[in-house]
């Protein structure tokens, strides 16, 4: 059974623009998710999507913002990029939602900002 | 809100050694306790995972213990192996995790070196 799989794996903008990173969840998962990553606050949750319904939401600001597809797909979009948006963002998608549920993660995409 | 805390290291350890990385965690109701592994330049793999008290989760070697009473899951191993070495993360699933129901909270992980 294939992971989760995150395009691009490796992108670079420029402050100011906008970028859109996908992600196809495990076959069958319903539960997507997503996390940013930087050396300075270490993994903190963006949001989580259920059934094409955004269930949960972390503390960030809203240019970041998420959709999921009715194949359980989901894209997250961060808009007027700043500095302080260069990180490793993580997908991850569980069968369903509940803390019990295991939640398996992407390789993730590297967002460089210039 | 809900917290974890570990040793953020780096951990530096000799082959065979034993390992242990403590993890306490604050949650309000009855978390599930998790512990990823990051390789360099990969994303997080589910290691073990533990959802009620006095559990044991077990993989590879590696074993963690729900402990409720302590609000700790150490990660444990009794020989390590250079191949182990890695950043380990603690993490939990319950209530009001990363400011929503169910997204996981972790702790800012654990450089482990292994030195053949």
């Known amino acids: 059974k294939a992971g989760v799989t995150q395009t691009p794996r490796y992108l670079i903008k420029t402050r100011g623009q906008q970028v859109t990173l996908s992600c196809s969840p495990i076959s069958g998962h319903r539960s997507v998710s997503w996390y940013q990553q930087t050396p300075g606050q270490g993994l903190q949750f963006l949001f989580e999507?259920?059934?094409?319904?955004?269930?949960n939401k972390g503390n960030f600001p809203g240019r970041f913002s998420g959709r999921q597809f009715s194949n359980s797909r989901s894209e997250m979009n961060v808009s007027t990029l700043e500095l302080g948006d260069s990180a490793l963002y993580l997908c991850a998608s569980s069968p369903s939602t509940g803390s019990g549920n295991t939640i398996y993660f992407g390789e993730g995409s590297w967002l460089t900002v210039v | 809100g809900d917290s974890v805390t570990q040793m953020e290291g780096p951990v530096t350890l000799s082959e065979e050694a034993f390992l242990t990385i403590n993890c306490t965690y604050t949650?309000?109701?009855?978390?599930?306790l998790f512990w990823y592994v990051q390789y360099p330049g990969e994303g997080l793999q589910l290691l073990l995972k533990?959802?009620?008290?006095?559990d044991k989760g077990s993989n590879k070697g590696f074993e963690a213990t729900y402990r409720k009473e302590t609000t700790s899951f150490h990660l444990e191993k009794g020989s390590v192996q250079v191949s182990d070495s890695a950043v380990y993360f603690c993490a939990l699933s319950g209530l009001s995790s990363g400011g929503g129901a169910d997204g996981l909270t972790f702790g800012k992980g654990t450089h482990l070196i292994i030195q053949p």
């Open positions: 533990a959802t009620k008290a006095d």
């Open positions: 999507y259920f059934s094409e319904t955004q269930r």
């Open positions: 949650a309000t109701g009855y978390p599930s």
